[in-house]
């Protein structure tokens, strides 16, 4: 069992390009969520979903979007990348939208120049 | 919001128990208390979750007083491997945001 998996593990990207960011979990849970993480912010929620076919913005939603087509696969797309967006991106997976017991994949390191 | 608040840092040697507080003075009649470990490059990881007085698995300890706007994980005899970042959570049932972290507190154990 993979848990949760993250792809590419890290990247650099030019400023203005447009870049998805995969996350897959194979353990059927309902809800899955996508942080950002930089250094003395900890972790901030960007989007989440409770459940497949819907959708939600968390703290820090502008610039990404999201989309959840099946239970199993939460893309996370920057449809023009800027320098700013320089983090490392974590996504999650819990089983219901209420279960605070998030599982966290291994993280995407995104460069934007 | 039920944001938390938690010490920026700690040092500990190995052998003693760390306490770790957080407070939360928002928190809502239904959030639960969560608390994540987090080592470089990784994500974080569950550790304890609890709603009111006192909740112990193989791992820690974790102490809610009765007016639950604050609670303290309790690390016994620490060793170097437990050398990460401490997340304090509070969920957030409604509204548009969602399972707020604090900056955590960054733990470090000393042999």
């Known amino acids: 069992i993979a848990g949760i998996t993250q792809a590419p593990t890290s990247q650099i990207l030019a400023a203005g390009r447009r870049m998805t960011l995969r996350c897959t979990q194979d353990m059927r849970h309902n809800a899955m969520y996508w942080y950002r993480q930089d250094l003395g912010l900890g972790l901030r929620l960007i989007h989440y979903?409770?459940?497949?076919?819907?959708?939600g913005k968390g703290e820090v939603p502008d610039g990404y979007s999201v989309s959840r087509a099946n239970t199993d696969d939460f893309p996370l797309t920057l449809a023009s990348a800027v320098p700013s967006q320089t983090s490392v991106y974590f996504c999650a997976s819990s089983e219901t939208s209420i279960d605070n017991e998030q599982f966290f994949g291994p993280g995407t390191r995104l460069t934007v120049l | 919001l039920a944001k938390t608040t938690q010490p920026i840092s700690m040092d500990s040697y190995e052998g003693q128990e760390v306490n770790i507080t957080c407070s939360h003075n928002?928190?809502?009649?239904?959030?639960?208390i969560t608390w994540y470990q987090q080592f470089p490059s990784q994500g974080p990881r569950f550790i304890i979750q609890?709603?009111?007085t006192k909740v112990t698995n193989e791992v820690a300890s974790l102490f809610i007083p009765a007016d639950r706007k604050s609670s303290t994980l309790s690390l016994p005899r620490v060793s170097l491997s437990d050398t990460a970042v401490y997340y304090c959570?509070?969920?957030?049932?409604?509204?548009?945001?969602?399972?707020?972290f604090g900056t955590g507190t960054r733990l470090k154990v000393l042999a």
């Open positions: 609890g709603y009111k």
């Open positions: 959570l509070v969920g957030v049932t409604s509204g548009t945001y969602k399972y707020i």
């Open positions: 979903s409770n459940t497949a076919g819907t959708t």
């Open positions: 928002n928190i809502a009649t239904n959030d639960y």
